[in-house]
């Protein structure tokens, strides 16, 4: 039977707080400076409108990559493109995905939002 190391060290201890002012881990972990949480949405960012039917019982969906921004940012952004297009959608992976080929009126109601470098890509 192997002995118990009854010795502890004493340099690492684990802290828990219900503080929600206090410690984040995550603070920092930004190289450029941008935080999720504060992060504002990035107009100039290439954007991706692509279109996918694979894994999803033969429907047609159109997903948009590289929209940056804060999740709040996010959410009403897809919000008002589902309400433009007239379609449902979700956010899943840093992606927005709405259901149906509608990459024709997501880039024309992108530009007109004013993000500058939205194309479709794929064929």
Same mark, same amino acid.
């Given at each position: 039977?192997?002995?118990?190391?009854?010795?502890?060290?004493?340099?690492?201890?684990?802290?828990?707080?219900?503080?929600?002012?206090?410690?984040?881990?995550?603070?920092? !972990?930004?190289?450029?400076?941008?935080?999720?949480?504060?992060?504002?949405?990035?107009?100039?960012?290439?954007?991706?409108?692509? !279109?996918?039917?694979? %894994?999803? %019982?033969?429907?047609?969906?159109?997903?948009?990559?590289?929209?940056?921004?804060?999740?709040?940012?996010?959410?009403?952004? !897809?919000?008002?493109?589902?309400?433009?297009?007239?379609?449902?959608?979700?956010?899943?992976?840093?992606?927005?995905?709405?259901?149906?080929?509608?990459?024709?009126?997501?880039?024309?109601?992108?530009?007109? !939002?004013?993000?500058?470098?939205?194309?479709?890509?794929?064929?």
């Amino acid at each position: 039977m192997p002995k118990k190391n009854k010795e502890r060290n004493t340099e690492r201890t684990l802290a828990y707080t219900t503080n929600p002012a206090g410690f984040n881990p995550f603070e920092g !972990l930004f190289s450029d400076g941008e935080n999720k949480q504060n992060g504002a949405a990035d107009k100039s960012a290439p954007i991706r409108i692509h !279109l996918e039917k694979k %894994g999803r %019982g033969g429907k047609t969906v159109s997903i948009i990559k590289g929209i940056k921004g804060s999740e709040t940012e996010i959410e009403d952004l !897809l919000r008002s493109i589902k309400n433009h297009c007239g379609t449902g959608g979700s956010f899943k992976a840093e992606q927005l995905i709405i259901q149906g080929d509608q990459r024709e009126k997501i880039l024309d109601y992108l530009k007109k !939002l004013g993000y500058h470098n939205v194309k479709k890509s794929g064929g």
